[in-house]
């Protein structure tokens, strides 16, 4: 990871990012919407990105985008120059990705037939073939498992092999792909694996100059391997954009077996989305202050509070606690 002067001063120097995306709307079939909102997403060549954001927060629907995989219903959403929705092939042949469901990814009868497709479908020697399949496989632990059948692994080998699959590329200075797109990549990795892949992913960056955006639940991964982070909220929003050392310390950990935590992070994400960020300085303690101060100005608990959902309305507050950040967009963004 870049220091936070370097991702800034980076951003400003390079011109034409991998990825661009403003504004994007999507809408589901069951009712539910996601949009983006105003502060632009933009992934430079060179630079890591993370997503992060509790489940549901669209995180995975705006990498399908980014691959071209879905069609906005508005906004715009650019990769490696072009729209995403008509990328031509050749630009795909320089994207390595790897999707929520593995499963979806993987087509050989075996471990070993998988990592193959794609070195013998760019019409690779068969030496070299066998040199990225057994390089990759050994990479992600999976070489001795090359000969099985893959729909006899278990959930966790095949997200492995999704990974080895899509990185079978990313073989130092012979090969390199424009763009590498990875939705949860340390889900089925032990630590080793974890340091593993990220070691490849800055090798990449490096060598290649490769565009990287990647989701993760993982925050203790972020700030080794992010130059950049996008916090989304509720409806897919962008709450907050910048290097990780701006953006994690105002994130509480999600992803905690405690009841208390997931409340306090829904709560935060629910008023950042509607402008009233609470900063990294304040606890429940606080808060709680704020909420006493507030019901003893109304009178006591309003009858319609236990109505439902108040999005989108007002609630009158004598003080909100830490800074509001309303309108932010990136400083690349006119």
Request: charged share 25%.
């Amino acid at each position: 990871m870049k220091s936070d002067v370097d991702a800034n001063a980076f951003r400003s120097a390079v011109s034409t990012p991998a990825v661009e995306v403003d504004d994007l709307r999507h809408h589901f079939e069951d009712g539910t919407d996601i949009r983006t909102g105003d502060i632009r997403l933009e992934v430079f060549p060179g630079e890591c990105v993370v997503l992060i954001g509790p489940n549901g927060s669209g995180k995975s629907t705006i990498l399908n985008h980014i691959l071209g995989l879905s069609k906005p219903l508005g906004g715009t959403v650019r990769t490696l120059g072009h729209a995403s929705v008509s990328l031509p092939d050749d630009c795909r042949a320089h994207i390595a990705a790897v999707v929520q469901n593995p499963d979806d990814q993987l087509i050989g009868p075996t471990v070993k037939d998988d990592v193959a497709f794609l070195p013998v479908n760019i019409g690779l020697a068969r030496g070299e073939v066998a040199r990225l399949v057994e390089s990759s496989l050994r990479r992600f632990g999976l070489w001795e498992a090359g000969d099985r059948v893959v729909h006899a692994l278990s959930v966790g080998e095949r997200r492995r092999l999704a990974l080895a699959g899509a990185l079978v590329l990313c073989d130092g200075e012979h090969h390199g792909p424009k763009l590498i797109v990875l939705d949860e990549p340390f889900a089925a990795l032990d630590p080793v694996g974890r340091k593993t892949l990220t070691d490849l992913i800055l090798e990449m960056r490096l060598r290649h100059g490769t565009a990287v955006v990647l989701t993760t639940h993982y925050l203790e991964s972020v700030p080794e391997i992010a130059d950049w982070v996008y916090l989304l909220g509720p409806g897919g929003r962008i709450l907050k954009a910048g290097p990780p050392s701006d953006v994690i310390p105002s994130v509480p950990a999600w992803g905690s077996e405690r009841e208390s935590d997931a409340i306090w992070f829904a709560l935060r994400m629910e008023l950042a989305s509607r402008g009233a960020d609470l900063g990294a300085g304040i606890d429940v303690a606080k808060l709680a202050d704020v909420v006493e101060e507030w019901l003893a100005s109304a009178g006591g608990v309003p009858s319609d509070l236990g109505s439902g959902s108040r999005a989108g309305t007002e609630i009158p507050c004598p003080a909100r606690p830490g800074p509001v950040t309303r309108g932010l967009r990136s400083s690349r963004t006119p």
